[in-house]
């Protein structure tokens, strides 16, 4: 979170992302030292409650949300101690999120900033799924200061959208809204990359973002539970998570026109989030409710180089986690999961060949709901002497396979049907056409899909004889009363 400035030097930002910041309390140690969480409330509930339209909302793992810690600071270290928006260590800060979001299968875009005083960029990932023109909207500064890594400030809220961001691509629920993830550039500069955002909003896109919810600082170790614009529709959801934990949450008065929510409000935007509290100093009040020390800040490591991952309050950091995730679930989880299913198609459908011959096509699936899937393939219907086999014998849902029919010299001649079924969590089947020719012409004969008839040669056909115009190949389809041009009645 950026500096305080005076009342007539507030930023005019025209977004914001709002400070969530799930806090839990802790007891205060040295600047630096690792907190001492205090206990948490006996009328804790499980995350999401059963009240949430899609379900519950899943419990996110706070050793995962550390873990991500762990590598921002890493990368801090290994860039001069800092991860300054234009900096190698952003950078390499914007690429690890990106990757992460990426392989989970998120549409992820880069936004640069080129109003920002450090020129970087903006990180911006979609989820597939939920209606574009209601969505609902996370964002973090992923800047720190030049002093150090800024694991607090604001590694926190960074870490905490990207493994709720990961959890939700794992679940994959039915969505009502469509959810977009943001992290933000230049916030310590003045919100400029939240700004910039905004500024290039069209009407139609700001009026689609339903909702914009902030994370900014949201494991202080001397924790606070904050949030945005506490009375508002937009804040009711992380208010009924925090209500759930006896919390008694305060209105987010210090981090007010400080972090990025301010940008989306300038915007008209609907704002609220969580935040555990930068330099301002807990009250006795505060202490007595939520534990802690009074008479000291929030976060005594303040944009200072001690905002390591020892600066943190993982009690805080997990409630705002699971906070974050029951706010993804009431706003914009609904209906059932889709379940998985897949498509199946054999291309050519039809094949002509002669005994002791074999033909190929290609076996395509994929994937129409829900998540991929190991689909097997068997054929079945091939008549006496003719194998049909796949390469490979089983796909992922979304990629193909070679199907190679192959004849014995006794095959019988004759078109057959071959049955080609795809077996997953479901069962699909799709129809091949195979056509087995003598390739002798019988004189006289039977017309015969498959029979190589020569210039002259004469067949019968229900009853009536023809005599073949131009030498070829019989197939389904060309029988002799439909194509003139191979056949004339005699």
């Not at 969505?175 to 550039?185: D, N, Y």
């Not at 020390?293 to 905002?307: F, K, N, V």
């Not at 020892?310 to 999961?337: E, M, Q």
């Amino acid at each position: 979170m950026q500096r305080r400035v005076s009342p007539g030097r507030l930023l005019t930002t025209a977004t914001t992302l709002t400070v969530l910041a799930g806090l839990v309390v802790a007891t205060a140690g040295p600047a630096g030292a690792a907190p001492t969480p205090s206990p948490a409330p006996p009328s804790a509930l499980t995350v999401g409650g059963g009240d949430t339209p899609g379900g519950p909302a899943p419990d996110i793992d706070v050793a995962k949300v550390q873990a991500h810690l762990t590598q921002l600071n890493t990368i801090a270290d290994q860039n001069g101690g800092n991860r300054r928006a234009g900096s190698a260590g952003h950078s390499q800060s914007v690429a690890y999120l990106k990757a992460k979001l990426q392989a989970a299968g998120y549409t992820v875009s880069e936004q640069t900033c080129t109003s920002c005083t450090y020129q970087s960029a903006n990180l911006i990932a979609d989820w597939p799924g939920g209606p574009s023109d209601q969505v609902t909207m996370f964002g973090a500064h992923l800047d720190s200061v030049a002093a150090g890594p800024g694991i607090n400030d604001n590694g926190s809220g960074s870490a905490v959208l990207l493994e709720n961001a990961l959890v939700l691509a794992q679940q994959n629920p039915g969505l009502t809204r469509h959810v977009r993830f943001a992290w933000w550039t230049g916030e310590e500069q003045g919100l400029q990359g939240s700004q910039s955002y905004v500024g290039q909003l069209s009407s139609t896109q700001r009026s689609a973002i339903k909702a914009y919810y902030n994370f900014d600082m949201v494991g202080s170790p001397n924790a606070g539970y904050f949030i945005d614009n506490l009375t508002s529709a937009a804040s009711a959801p992380m208010k009924a998570y925090w209500d759930s934990l006896n919390l008694q949450p305060e209105e987010n008065v210090e981090g007010q026109g400080r972090s990025d929510d301010y940008s989306f409000q300038q915007a008209g935007i609907p704002t609220s989030g969580y935040a555990a509290g930068a330099d301002a100093v807990k009250t006795s009040a505060q202490a007595t409710k939520w534990g802690g020390t009074a008479g000291r800040s929030y976060d005594s490591c303040y944009h200072q180089s001690c905002d390591t991952t020892g600066n943190i309050d993982p009690t805080a950091l997990n409630r705002s986690a699971d906070g974050v995730a029951y706010t993804i679930w009431k706003t914009s989880v609904g209906g059932t999961t889709p379940a998985d299913d897949f498509s199946l198609s054999v291309n050519p459908a039809t094949a002509t060949v002669k005994p002791g011959g074999s033909a190929t096509a290609t076996v395509a699936t994929a994937t129409t709901s829900g998540s991929a899937q190991t689909v097997k393939l068997t054929a079945t219907g091939a008549p006496a002497g003719v194998t049909v086999s796949f390469s490979p014998a089983s796909v992922q849902s979304g990629g193909s396979a070679t199907m190679t029919v192959a004849t014995a010299a006794s095959t019988a001649v004759g078109t057959y049907s071959i049955t080609v079924t795809g077996t997953g969590s479901v069962t699909h089947t799709t129809s091949f056409s195979l056509v087995v020719g003598n390739g002798n012409p019988d004189p006289g004969g039977t017309w015969t899909p498959g029979t190589t008839y020569r210039t002259g040669d004469p067949v019968t056909y229900d009853g009536v004889t023809y005599r073949c115009l131009q030498g070829h190949t019989a197939q389904v389809g060309w029988e002799p009363p439909i194509v003139p041009a191979l056949w004339q009645p005699v």
